[in-house]
DNA sequence: CTGTTAGCGCGTTCAG
DNA sequence: CTGAACGCGCTAACAG
């Protein structure tokens, strides 16, 4: 049970005082060659490393930002954070991170846990529960207390802060306006509860999609996946009822890869052929997509990009402590093609 | 630029010394209840939150699990996390995670970073250097410093502490096994170089299961895998030597699911009828093995246990401080039976 | 060149 | 029942 050396330790051993000490260490002028290099010696013979607590209290600086996402298994955020730790470690500060797991408790207890000095400043991603129940006082509390603090993709806009998304509505829009381009008759969308951002800003890419080429939306053609638990059996079941129809729609746009890859399941048991018969375009960072069979086209996300992004917006607001005006940065998705499109 | 309310301005306002503010918020019976309730009503009204920084330095305890893995974007290791988090969580403890990015370099600044004050105890997987280059020292320092630390799925059983695996060896043993039992004269192996330990015992479990059959192994059905990089064309063209061949194996059990995917994809450009011509299994808890088709039968890990249990492991050494024996605990991984094998 | 003092925010003796 | 003093480990201002 040896403890751990102090700066204290040192000075008593070597009979100076501890400020003495800790001038040594950093290599001050004021402190003769001889002792600095008794002091070192002796510093590197016990690995002496400074208390990091300590520091912390006393330079009221933690070198730590905190993340508090949804989920972690999750392709896009762990994504996500491969980005945030990227560029975070670059500019020297740690990462420390917190799972809301959707709920609006957690969230809560994460956000006090983390902003009482724990860290310098907060990445935060919305969990469904808080962006269904609208409740967003504790980010009142985040800016009374002056805590900086980014929100990232599940984002809400009256909190006064800076925010990144993806361009969820854009995206949306050039998948849909590309099944249309593509002679598409009848387009479906599968997507979310409204109450997700994200979700219903893919729904409004995707209308005006319709509108531009003067099509109004047919809600026959239009289901909101309402559970979204660990068994896909129900959704799946949900998005057969779209598919096992007398004249079924020619071209899908899903907001996640998810509901697309479910959905070229229920097309194919259908004996419908992809892409000739149908079309399918889903949304996300995701794995699945490239390994499906066929492959899927989707509307990348670039969750790395926002993730450093975030990271960078962050560390920016935490040192130039420039009160500016808040940002919104938009990150554009693009379309990457494979096989359960037409080219 | 509010500042935080700390004990002392508690203290000043109200006309009390800290330390009777430090009790009453404790609802110390030292304090009568009219002052109690006072200083209660208003700590709670102007937020009051004790800084955790200064707790921490006070108390020599974080309440802070760090976490070191090799990367984040992994289906497993994300599961993993989940499980620490939930497991932690649960005890009262955070977690702090540090990706070392299969790097040694970074490992060791990670541990010198979170050795120091900053958690009360630490997970660790390897980074495939440091099972490269064999050099454990940094877990030396650990020891004597007497940090207390779990390592997880990428061992190494010379270093003294308490480990947790899957039953890599086991798990490799079942899938040869039940693809010879299925009749298949000629079981290949896609694997990993032999200093990922995870490889190697997987390795060791498919000769193991050969033999039982009274077979030896075969070079010529042997692949490992070298580079490992975001591109898959690269390892696409190894496995393609495997199976483009006069007499392609009838069986292939893979280390991963990666290989075990582009297996499949490379039997069927083939021409090979899955799981008539040859069946194969993967080994992992990765999602790509549910999407892709077939659906690829595999021996599934449960991350998320090893995660819980990991954290369990830590936790009870922290708080026991009992220097009683160190243990390994071996979780068994069970075949997911789909549909790229025949049952 | 070196040491003393003070303080980061808190809790815990120990006096009063 | 309340407060002064101390220490967790470290650094910076100020003396000497």
Request: glycine share 6%.
């Amino acid at each position: 049970m040896k403890a751990k050396i102090t700066i204290k330790d040192i000075a008593r051993e070597l009979g100076v005082s501890t400020s003495t000490v800790s001038k040594a260490l950093k290599d001050s002028h004021e402190i003769s060659e001889s002792t600095k290099a008794k002091i070192k010696a002796f510093a590197d013979f016990y690995h002496y490393k400074p208390n990091s607590l300590a520091l912390k209290l006393r330079n009221q600086k933690t070198m730590v930002i905190g993340v508090i996402i949804p989920e972690i298994v999750h392709h896009f955020f762990s994504r996500v954070i491969s980005g945030i730790e990227k560029a975070a470690n670059l500019r020297g500060y740690n990462v420390m991170i917190c799972v809301s797991n959707e709920s609006y408790d957690k969230e809560l207890l994460n956000i006090e846990m983390l902003a009482n000095g724990s860290v310098d400043g907060l990445l935060i991603s919305l969990s469904k529960e808080t962006q269904k129940i609208k409740d967003f006082s504790h980010f009142n509390e985040l800016i009374e207390n002056n805590v900086p603090f980014v929100l990232f993709d599940r984002i809400e806009e009256s909190i006064n802060c800076d925010k990144i998304i993806v361009d969820d509505e854009g995206g949306a829009y050039k998948a849909t306006k590309y099944l249309l381009e593509k002679k598409c008759i009848k387009v479906a969308l599968i997507t979310t509860p409204d109450y997700v951002t994200v979700g219903k800003l893919r729904n409004n890419g995707y209308v005006k999609a319709l509108n531009k080429f003067g099509l109004e939306k047919d809600p026959s053609v239009i289901i909101k996946i309402e559970k979204d638990d660990e068994d896909h059996e129900g959704i799946y079941n949900q998005i057969k009822k779209l598919i096992f129809v007398k004249n079924p729609p020619d071209g899908i746009f899903a907001v996640n890869e998810l509901y697309a890859a479910l959905a070229m399941k229920a097309a194919k048991e259908r004996g419908l052929k992809i892409p000739q018969d149908i079309e399918i375009i889903g949304f996300t960072d995701g794995i699945i997509s490239e390994f499906s069979s066929p492959s899927l086209t989707t509307v990348v996300q670039h969750g790395f990009t926002m993730g450093t992004n975030a990271a960078e917006m962050l560390i920016n607001r935490i040192e130039n402590k420039t009160d500016g005006d808040f940002q919104t940065e938009v990150i554009s998705a693009n379309i990457k093609f494979r096989e359960s499109t037409l080219n």
